[in-house]
Antibody, heavy 122, light 108 residues
Framework: EVQMLVSGGGLVQPGGSLRLSCATS????????MSWVRQAPGKGLDWVAS????????DYADSVKGRFTISIDRSKDTLFLQMSALTAEDTAMYFC???????????????WGQGTLVTVSS | EIVLTQSPGTLSLSPGERATLSCRAS???????LAWYQQKPGQAPRLLIY???GRATGIPDRFSGSGSGTDFTLTISRLEPEDFAVYYC?????????FGQGTKVEIK
């Protein structure tokens, strides 16, 4: 069974930093690209960042580029999102997602973690 | 960036009825790489449909997708009580990947 446990959210002041973790099990972590997707309260879904299976190639939404860093620890099957220079606009539930593996599923968010809430407020 | 516009915003239907949800893209979706997700309150989204019409693992056949180019549709043939939720389309043929704003299917 695929499991993705997200942690690290909380209340942080504007300009502050936070590191989210997504601990995975039940699938071959080294085979899948991984992503973070966020959802502001009462709003829709926004893709935030992605990392390739190798951990070498990363991609970011323009809204977080230069402030967020996505990474993986293959020894721990864990995905991370380091967030800095946070603003109120970053307040959201952050979900980690395992991407589809083959052909036409590549680029979809195939499985999701339960999410962690990040609140940026003074 | 491709903008996805979903309609209607809210769909009020009764169990057993047919639901038709629309997703229109601001430009053609490459390779018809259009997915649909279901989200219930307090839960993470769940992938239903990939590549316009492919059903994800474990998704019942009452869910079907169709379309091409800029116009896509998710159809739920007969609504079950557990189908009342918010549905999002997502395109993944172009970077950045984008989502529609969602359609809420509520009990009439």
């Amino acid at each position: 069974e695929v499991q993705m446990l997200v942690s690290g959210g909380g209340l942080v002041q504007p300009g502050g930093s936070l590191r989210l973790s997504c601990a995975t099990s039940g699938f071959s972590f080294i085979s899948h690209d991984m992503s973070w997707v966020r959802q502001a309260p009462g709003k829709g879904l926004d893709w935030v960042a992605s990392v390739s299976v190798s951990g070498v190639t990363t991609d970011y939404a323009d809204s977080v580029k230069g402030r967020f860093t996505i990474s993986i620890d293959r020894s721990k099957d864990t995905l991370f999102l380091q967030m800095s220079a946070l603003t109120a606009e970053d307040t959201a539930m952050y979900f980690c997602a395992k991407e589809g593996l083959l052909g036409a599923t590549t680029g979809t968010f195939w499985d999701w973690g339960q999410g962690t809430l990040v609140t940026v407020s003074s | 960036e491709i903008v996805l516009t979903q309609s209607p915003g809210t769909l009020s239907l009764s169990p057993g009825e047919r639901a038709t949800l629309s997703c229109r893209a601001s430009q053609s979706v490459i390779s018809s790489y259009l997915a649909w997700y279901q989200q219930k309150p307090g839960q993470a989204p769940r992938l239903l449909i990939y590549a316009t019409s492919g059903r994800a693992t474990g998704i019942p056949d009452r869910f079907s997708g169709s379309g091409s180019g800029t116009d896509f549709t998710l159809t739920i043939s007969r609504l079950e009580p557990e189908d009342f939720a918010v549905y999002y389309c997502q395109q993944y043929g172009s970077s950045p990947r984008t989502f529609g704003q969602g359609t809420k299917v509520e009990i009439k």
